[in-house]
């Protein structure tokens, strides 16, 4: 008897809340409108650029990418593992720490 009282004061109170649920996908795309009108306002342009056609890369440019890549495997490989031990310090810096004497203190009282 008492469970359902109270059950049916919960549906009541919840029917009479203001309380709206968070949509955060909702938010999320609100600030990232907000951050894109930002950046137009900076650059002084009503609205994005329209987007270029999509151009042809370059013979040379991509024999360039495609070498430096490759001596980039090649350096890998030649080069020893890394070794764990050199990450850490080498050396120890020690700062003892003395108590503070009698006469640093304040009086008490």
Do not use: W
């Not at 469970?3 to 029917?15: N, T």
Request: charged letters at 35%; glycine letters at 6%; hydrophobic letters at 35%.
């Amino acid at each position: 008897m008492e469970l359902a009282v109270l059950l049916a004061l919960l549906g009541a109170a919840r029917a009479l809340s203001t309380c709206r649920s968070l949509d955060l996908e909702a938010a999320r795309r609100k600030r990232i409108e907000a951050v894109r009108g930002q950046i137009l306002s900076k650059l002084r342009l009503p609205a994005p650029p329209a987007e270029p056609p999509p151009r042809a890369l370059p013979e040379e440019v991509r024999a360039l990418y495609n070498s430096t890549r490759e001596l980039l495997r090649q350096r890998a490989r030649l080069r020893p593992p890394d070794d764990p031990d050199e990450y850490y310090a080498k050396e120890l810096h020690r700062f003892p720490m003395e108590p503070p004497g009698e006469g640093e203190r304040g009086p008490r009282g």
